[in-house]
């Protein structure tokens, strides 16, 4: 039995190639037919066999259906069995793949002393196809363009713009918090035409929450003159300052953490310590590494104001919430 497409959508996605506009059929076992429709839903039925008719206001997508969970993976030349994106390069997969709105993996293939790395790169990709200008609202003196969606996934956010992005004075670019934690894995805007920016793009306070480092490439070099071929964020950063020992009326400032080289995020700084005229010992706590997500946290400051004994600080963790103080009277 072999069923016909009629209605008109916006895009079909098809759980094989399809390599001309027409009529299409689809295997003859039992596979997953999708439509995609604007809210960027999936409408799933199993079917024996399915010929789709190309309309004009039909645009035929080719795909692939990952059977473990019925999920749609837009399909490129570039594209790997499981329908990751493969790469030279976080940007060059970006810039040069024409992928609508949603989840992939970038698949990169990069190299550190010799040695070959495959790296997977969960990404969350949002399209804009016209001019694009954040401006402030009439009697605003400042405002905070927040970008991505507000799931707990870790993923980097890339925001392609297909011509002209304008960010005037006043406008802040950053990627979106949730719950005040950051869950993007860095913030990459790909514009296509002119970039004016009067404002700023921005990612303070968004180390990515609870997440180990790893090298994210960020550039694949290419020709003779290369001094080297990817240019990366390292997988660890400076390292964190050393905690503070105090006694019997001593007062001392943290030690500032390493600072970041080649790409490289700093380390945190140590708490301060201080120690009241009995006879107490107090140790802050050491900053943490950073990672290529994070910059270093900083470890947490020791008050002791007691007659004897000690007391220690918390260090700093790679990219946590919170340093924690110690203060006992």
Known sequence: MTKKLKKKLNRIAFGITATTLGAVTLGVICVKFFVMEKSNQYVASNVVDITAEAEENIEIITGKVDKA????????ENSAEDGAIICDSIVQGARDNELPDGNYTFRVTGEINGEEIVKDYPVELINFYEDVTYSLDEGQTSKTISLGDTTEEYKTLIVKYHKNLNIDEGVTVTATNTSNLTYKKGMYLCVMGELTNNGKVSMTARGTYNQAGEEVYLWKNKGENKTQEF????ATGGAGGAGIKTTKNQYKYGNAGTNGSNRATGGGGSGLSSASDGS?????????QGTSYSGGSGGGGADGNFYSGSITAASGGANRRKRWRG???
């Open 231 to 234: 240019e990366y964020i390292p």
């Open 69 to 76: 969970n019925s999920n749609i993976m837009y399909a490129t």
């Open 327 to 329: 203060c006992i009277i």
């Open 280 to 288: 107490p010992t107090c140790y802050s706590g050491s900053g943490s």
